[in-house]
């Protein structure tokens, strides 16, 4: 293993801040759970409008360089944001990442930021992601490009993309993983509090989410109370037993809410549970559903 390995953030007027900021934590807490025995990476911002730059929401970053100045990467990684899909912006970053991705151990993006991957010519013929929102977009202006909308993140070759904001933090642990095994991987997920450390080929929109975005009243917070108990009893009675419910109005009120019974439901979390941990490391596999990490 290297003593260091650079990772070069693509900065700019107008990014998306978690989709650099998520990521860059990520790297820089391996580096405090490593420093006892060495720093594995060296995080710098490279700045593709100026040194300083503002995000989306507001937020001032100061780059460390401009792309032109950048030192030898071993990672690229492209926020996405509003900025990047301005014309002039987009093909500068795209013609860096010609320039330097021969280069480059690694060249990956986050969320909108496959635009300027897109433009660069580098993923023609390659899978890739992006945020679910865009993917339309994305792919009617690269069609050269087999965009996956529904993954977390995609890896072909030296290239990897990821879904929108927080996939960028599912993306940098899988590159953290990569580099020092899924231990550290782990350990660093849980120093951020990230729920479950999920692979790329999740979907985007999971099952829990589309439960909680149509629950209302006593169902608001059922779908993530059975994501946690998925080993335990949970039966029509016993969910409906939770809500308040007698059992005939609990399955009627389920079946219109969410098109389904509630043990279709049910053993759809528990094959995507499956799923996942058939997916995960040897090593991590078993973890049970409420101590995931």
Not at 7 to 28: C, H, Y
Not at 109 to 117: D, E, N, W
Request: one cysteine or more; aromatic letters at 8%.
């Amino acid at each position: 293993m290297k003593s260091w390995r650079a990772i070069g953030f693509v900065g700019f007027a107008g990014v998306t801040a978690l989709d650099l900021v998520g990521p860059l934590e990520v790297f820089a807490t391996a580096n405090t759970l490593m420093a006892e025995k060495t720093i594995p990476y060296a995080t710098i911002i490279l700045g593709a409008t100026g040194k300083t730059f503002a995000a989306e929401s507001g937020i001032a970053f100061h780059a460390d360089a401009l792309l032109n100045g950048a030192p030898v990467l071993d990672t690229i990684i492209v926020p996405g944001g509003a900025g990047l899909r301005i014309p002039t912006v987009c093909k500068k970053v795209a013609a860096w990442l010609r320039e330097r991705a021969p280069v480059t151990g690694r060249v990956t993006s986050v969320c909108t930021g496959v635009y300027a991957l897109a433009a660069s010519g580098l993923i023609d013929g390659r899978r890739a992601t992006t945020h679910w929102r865009f993917a339309a977009d994305a792919a009617r202006l690269h069609p050269q490009v087999n965009f996956h909308p529904d993954a977390i993140f995609v890896r072909d070759g030296p290239y990897a993309t990821s879904a929108g904001i927080t996939a960028g933090i599912d993306l940098a642990l899988a590159l953290v993983e990569e580099d020092l095994g899924s231990t550290l991987a782990l350990a660093v997920a849980r120093e951020l509090v990230v729920y479950v450390k999920r692979t790329g080929g999740q979907l985007q929109y999971s099952e829990p989410l589309r439960f909680q975005t149509r629950a209302t009243d006593g169902f608001a917070e059922l779908g993530t109370w059975m994501l946690a108990h998925l080993d335990g009893d949970l039966t029509t009675e016993c969910l409906a037993e939770r809500v308040g419910l007698s059992e005939r109005h609990f399955r009627r009120r389920f079946q219109a809410i969410f098109g389904a019974s509630p043990a279709q439901y049910v053993e759809r979390l528990r094959l995507d549970e499956g799923r996942r941990r058939l997916e995960a490391p040897g090593d991590v596999r078993f973890n049970c559903a409420s101590d995931r990490l």
